[in-house]
Structure formats: structure tokens, C-alpha cells
């Protein structure tokens, strides 16, 4: 899959004719997150440039842009290092995921329409197609573009904007767990029990159906 794919799963991007700095951003933060980069490895600006097809002044704005973000570290006298994954990082993170992501629903069953249900669930039928083709890198992008259509969908651009970066941060230690069938289903499941609960505007069952999905993710990163 081409990286530019990461332009395709953000609906900001929508209609828009973007930049060589987002399209280096976007594209830079794909290798991020898929692993193609390795939490730990340094990189050099070069064969990054080469990579992506681009100069060196959009990949340095998308470095910078992305430590900002935790996903890369810049060294002094060092260089660029893509940021290591420890499970206390991980802990701390869902510990964050747990608030915002429950505010976050909390709004959207609020603000849903027919039309975006039926969005997000037919995001889930693809997510289940490509979890069945073992399509890791497919499964891991439709799975963003869930959770960022779910954020649209809350209408609070300050919190998407914080959802953004989380769930950036979030995909790389579930890029780990991928190899597990059993955990693959379960996400899809779990999605669609959030989905059934927004239908239902019901927002405890929501929030409580949000609340096992990222506590199965901890589960999974444990078991891993």
C-alpha cells in the first residue's frame, strides 16, 4: 500500500488540495505508525528524503511537526531517533485514551446522524475484510479512519485535534498485537458495540462499550 494513503484516511484532507508539508507529514507519520520506521532506529534525513519523495525542507517541517507529537526525538548531535515504545508509556497513554475517548462519545451520540452510523459501520465491515486477509497495514489505516470519523462526528476540533495525535501514538503499540486473529475480531466487535450504542443514543452504554474497547487493546499489549 502507497503512503500517500495516509492523505485518504484523513477527513480533514477532504477536498483539499494539501501541501508539501502535509503531504510529507502524512506520509512520514504512515511509516511512523505502520513500524516501517522501528520504534528506536535513527533516521537519516537523506534516505528519508529519498523514501518519500521529497525535499529536504517539507521532511524537516514534518520532523519537527512530529516530535511535537512524541512520535520522533530529536538528539542533540545525534539526530532524528523515532521514540521507543516502553509499556509504561503505554499505560499512560490508555490512562489518557480512557477520558477522552469517553468524552468523546459522549458528544457524538449527541451529534450522530443515520448517515455517519452507517459510515462507521461500513468502516468496520472493511476492517473486518482486511483483518480476514491478513491485510495488517489496510486494517491499521481503516481503523485510524474509524476513530478519526468517530472524533469529526463529536464536533469539538480541539479534542479531535487531541484524539489525533493520540491515536497516532496508540497505533503503534497496536501495530504490535496485530499478529493475534483472536484480538483482531474482538476490535471488530467492539467497534460494532459502540456503534450499536450510538444508534441507540444511549450514552452509558457507549461510553461503557468505549471503555472495554481501549481496556481489550491494554489487555492485548499485555499479552503480547
Not at 545525534?78 to 490508555?94: N, R, T
Not at 446522524?113 to 483483518?131: C, K
Request: hydrophobic fraction near 45%; aromatic fraction near 4%.
Amino acid at each position: 500500500m502507497s503512503d500517500v494513503m495516509a492523505e485518504n484516511v484523513n477527513p480533514q484532507a477532504e477536498g483539499k488540495t494539501l501541501s508539501l508539508n502535509e503531504r510529507a507529514y502524512l506520509a512520514f507519520k504512515h511509516r511512523l505508525i505502520t513500524l516501517r520506521y522501528k520504534p528506536g532506529d535513527y533516521l537519516n534525513t537523506a534516505q528519508v528524503m529519498e523514501d518519500l519523495q521529497m525535499g529536504r525542507t517539507p521532511v524537516n517541517q514534518a520532523v519537527h511537526r512530529l516530535a511535537t507529537e512524541g512520535l520522533l526525538q530529536i538528539i542533540p548531535r545525534k539526530g532524528v531517533m523515532v521514540s521507543p515504545l516502553s509499556i509504561d508509556d503505554a499505560l499512560e497513554l490508555i490512562e489518557v485514551r480512557l477520558v477522552n475517548e469517553a468524552l468523546c462519545v459522549r458528544l457524538a451520540v449527541a451529534r450522530i446522524s443515520d448517515a455517519q452510523i452507517a459510515t462507521l459501520r461500513q468502516l468496520n465491515q472493511q476492517i473486518a475484510h482486511a483483518g480476514a486477509a491478513h491485510e495488517r497495514e489496510t486494517m491499521m489505516l481503516l481503523d485510524r479512519e474509524f476513530h478519526q470519523v468517530l472524533a469529526e462526528i463529536a464536533g469539538n476540533r480541539r479534542l479531535t485535534d487531541i484524539l489525533s495525535i493520540i491515536h497516532a501514538q496508540a497505533q503503534r503499540f497496536w501495530a504490535t498485537t496485530l499478529s493475534s486473529v483472536r484480538h483482531m475480531e474482538e476490535v471488530i466487535a467492539e467497534h460494532e458495540a459502540i456503534i450499536v450504542a450510538l444508534e441507540q443514543g444511549d450514552v452509558q452504554q457507549a461510553e461503557a462499550a468505549t471503555r472495554v474497547h481501549i481496556l481489550s487493546f491494554r489487555q492485548a499489549l499485555l499479552n503480547h
